[in-house]
């Protein structure tokens, strides 16, 4: 268990971001735009504990890239993909995603927030007209970035307006960007394809946990990674029982998102398993929220792509690290005989 670094903090700004635009839409008699609002308020993730005018920036270009796929996979509903084509729009999105965190050096890295985002909209049929989806998306970020920059009304928490310095990437640092790109394209596919094959349904929630063993430092940090993903779902899925089995109305499902969103920044940068707990009920209560299904079976589903998907995450990493330790013993000198 890591320390706590401000997380209070942070949690804060995430669990008020997406509750109370979702609050909004509820008294208004549009939950449909859940979804909308649900990865609009995902600009709030980024920029944790930044300086006030370089969390802006981070968070202004995170927010930028969201609406981008939001509209994405807006767009892709209206085309009626079948599930072959939400595994070819969510790879590209994989791998279009990676290329513009490393670019624009977003916290955390890669594409996970954005496979979601996408697949989990261009799924959704009968959606609102698009301009009602993107102006709640819009809203959400600007009301996720002005929380970012809520420390700045007490003088106590309040950071000088600089802006900060950002070096010119080094070939190499452009070269591992296009790597990582293409690693978590070659994943998600090989994942989404699997739980296709095996007619699972959700087949994104495969390709979103193919990812996350990619996000770790080191092989045995990513295997680490996997492995807690797994775990921490298999708990995680129990909760998610308590929650949805009994049946809730849509205000005690806004109530619990933001409590878990709450509890999900708590833990993610401090125990990865322990955080899957609660962000597993989040991502199910909030795609039940957006469209009502059997939750058993939507329990079942997450609990079988989890797996796929961490195996196949796994399996890249072990792929890449045999593949330079190769590399590296034929790059050693021969011993003189």
Excluded at 90 to 116: E, K, N, Q
Excluded at 278 to 295: D, F, I, K, M
């Amino acid at each position: 268990m890591a320390p706590a670094h401000n997380d209070h903090q942070v949690a804060i700004r995430c669990g008020l971001g997406v509750g109370i635009p979702l609050i909004l839409l509820l008294a208004f008699g549009r939950i449909d735009l859940a979804i909308f609002a649900s990865f609009g308020a995902f600009t709030g993730i980024y920029g944790r504990n930044e300086p006030h005018r370089q969390r802006f920036g981070h968070q202004l270009r995170a927010g930028l890239l969201m609406l981008a796929v939001i509209t994405a996979g807006a767009l892709t509903s209206r085309l009626e993909p079948d599930a072959w084509g939400i595994v070819l729009g969510t790879t590209a999105v994989a791998g279009l995603g990676t290329l513009a965190t490393g670019f624009w050096r977003l916290r955390p890295a890669g594409s996970l927030f954005h496979i979601f985002a996408y697949a989990a909209i261009s799924s959704v049929p009968n959606q609102p007209p698009l301009w009602q989806a993107l102006a709640v998306a819009v809203g959400t970020v600007c009301f996720s970035l002005l929380l970012g920059q809520s420390g700045r009304l007490r003088s106590r928490y309040r950071t000088p307006w600089v802006k900060p310095e950002r070096p010119r990437l080094t070939s190499a640092q452009r070269k591992s960007i296009f790597v990582d790109a293409g690693q978590y394209a070659v994943v998600a596919a090989v994942a989404g394809s699997i739980a296709t094959l095996m007619g699972i349904g959700h087949n994104y929630w495969a390709m979103v946990a193919a990812t996350v063993p990619l996000v770790g430092v080191g092989v045995r940090n990513q295997i680490y990674r996997g492995a807690h993903r797994i775990l921490g779902t298999f708990a995680g899925l129990l909760l998610t029982a308590l929650i949805l089995l009994p049946g809730l109305a849509p205000w005690q499902m806004v109530v619990v998102i933001a409590l878990l969103q709450f509890g999900a920044e708590m833990l993610i940068a401090r125990q990865y398993a322990l955080a899957q707990v609660v962000v597993t009920p989040l991502a199910l209560v909030s795609t039940e929220l957006a469209h009502q299904s059997n939750p058993a079976l939507l329990i079942k589903d997450r609990a079988l792509e989890t797996v796929i998907g961490a195996a196949v995450g796994m399996a890249m990493v072990l792929t890449v690290h045999l593949r330079n330790q190769r590399i590296h013993h034929r790059r050693q000198p021969k011993q003189p005989s």
